[in-house]
C-alpha cells in the first residue's frame, strides 16, 4: 500500500509516502458454525491500536470516514515521523474466519 501511495501517478501522496500503518478501528467477527452442536456468535469489537500514538488515533476516528488517512508531517511529529509518514485507519473490517462470505455480502 505504502509503495503504491508513493508511485502512482494519480496519488496525492507521490513521493512522500515510504511506511504506512494499516490498522482496523473495529473487526467483524461473523457467526461461525464450528459444529452442529457449537455455534459462535457474531460480534464486532473495537480493536487496540497500540502503534498508533492515541492523539493521531482519536484525528483518524473523528474523520468519520470508512478509510481515514493521516500523513504524518516531520516538522510537527519528528519522533512519529522516524516510523511512520502516514496512518490509515479502516472503520469496519471483516474477519477472515470461516463463514464471513454472508457478513460481506450484507454489507455491500
Not at 511506511?19 to 480493536?47: D, Q, R
Amino acid at each position: 500500500m505504502a509503495w503504491q501511495l508513493n508511485n502512482l501517478k494519480k496519488s496525492p501522496f507521490r513521493h512522500k509516502v515510504y511506511t504506512i500503518h494499516l490498522a482496523p478501528h473495529k473487526l467483524i467477527f461473523p457467526e461461525t458454525v464450528i459444529s452442529e452442536s457449537l455455534t459462535i456468535a457474531s460480534k464486532e469489537i473495537t480493536w487496540v491500536i497500540p502503534r498508533i500514538p492515541n492523539h493521531i488515533r482519536k484525528e483518524l476516528v473523528t474523520q468519520k470516514k470508512d478509510v481515514a488517512i493521516k500523513m504524518i508531517d516531520p516538522l510537527e511529529y519528528p519522533d512519529i515521523h522516524r516510523q511512520f509518514d502516514g496512518f490509515i485507519l479502516i472503520r469496519k473490517a471483516h474477519s477472515t474466519i470461516p463463514g464471513n462470505k454472508e457478513t460481506i455480502e450484507k454489507n455491500w
